[in-house]
């Protein structure tokens, strides 16, 4: 039986919305309401979303205490009064973990937005200290004519079996910003289907830095407009898996290498091809762990055409 094909060619793609889209996310004060807050969307495509999560920079304790008291609401795809909540919700009644460690907050029905447009939220700040470096991710897929970007594809006829490709990362140091890695395929057919990374910390202590990727394809064409957090793109890969909540660091239910974070659409690398990455550490000084040694496993599977 032949499947249709769908109207769209899908490509998988983060919306960041932080202090580098709007200045007012550096610091939410104590109480605070912030409204109109814009992330303006690419023309290339329109965008239809799936799945969100918020993150905060790790506090002095080392933990993000102050997004239990975050509330927000936002807009669906008709414009700046298309708000899809009556009123402010907490977000931690809108999803586990914040979105984090892979798992983002599914949206169903998924929404369109058009290209070149916008998503817009209000928050309020209901605790007693203000939030620092405060972002949204809006995850999903642009939606392209076909042909109209790279996205190589399975052959007619093949083979498959699972594999995993490991890429080390050693001493990624305080402050340093490592652009357009290469991850290369030198064996077979590769796709990217999902990752894991050991969390950058000290085991002892569950002390995270503020480590930032952002995929890009061959021709250097980013997957997100701007990085997104190690803890946030990919599963927890740590024994045990533990997530930030308030206060304190959790034992989750869910979540951990047995759920790795999903690349969807997956991404289809033949051989000899590459990916590039971008990778940013961003904690200074305050907060600094020693300089970060982890690797990225990026699971998926090997293909041989027939």
């Known amino acids: 039986m032949q499947v249709a094909r769908p109207p769209f060619q899908e490509r998988m793609h983060d919306y960041v919305l932080g202090p580098n889209q709007d200045s007012r996310l550096a610091s939410v004060a104590a ?3 912030i409204k109109g807050i814009q992330l303006q969307l690419d023309p290339d495509a329109p965008f239809q979303l799936r799945s969100r999560a918020v993150r905060q920079t790790y506090t002095s304790a080392l933990t993000q205490n102050g997004l239990q008291f975050l509330a927000s609401k936002w807009t669906g795809q008709r414009g700046k009064q298309d708000y899809r909540h009556q ?11 914040f979105g984090q460690m892979g798992n983002p907050k599914p949206i169903w029905r998924n929404l369109v937005y058009p290209a ?3 998503i817009v939220i209000d928050i309020k700040n209901t605790g007693a200290s203000a939030i620092t470096n405060l972002t949204f991710y809006w995850r999903g897929v642009k939606l392209f004519p076909w042909g109209a970007v790279q996205a190589y594809t399975y052959p007619k006829d093949f083979a498959a079996i699972q594999y995993n490709y490991q890429i080390p990362v ?23 289907k999902a990752g894991q990374c050991t969390a950058p910390f000290l085991i002892a202590g569950r002390q995270f830095s503020e480590v930032f990727i952002r995929w890009k394809d061959e021709q250097r064409k980013p997957f997100s407009n701007d990085l997104v957090p190690l803890d946030v793109f990919f599963g927890s890969g740590g024994f045990p898996a533990v997530v930030p909540l308030g206060q304190a660091f959790i034992a989750p239910f869910g979540v951990g290498p047995c759920l790795p974070g999903l690349f969807y659409p997956e991404i289809y690398v033949p051989l000899n091809h590459q990916l590039f990455f971008d990778l940013k550490r961003t904690d200074g000084a305050v907060n600094a762990n020693q300089s ?6 990026l699971i998926g599977q090997k293909v041989y055409p027939r």
Not at 292 to 297: G, Q, R
Request: negative net charge.
């Open 31 to 33: 109480g605070a309401t």
């Open 87 to 97: 009123d402010y919700v907490l977000e931690s009644l809108q999803m586990p973990y």
């Open 116 to 118: 070149n447009g916008l």
């Open 170 to 192: 050693t001493t990624l140091g305080v402050n340093e910003y490592r652009q357009n890695q290469i991850f290369y395929v030198e064996q077979d057919d590769f796709v990217v």
């Open 292 to 297: 970060e040694s982890f690797t990225i496993n």
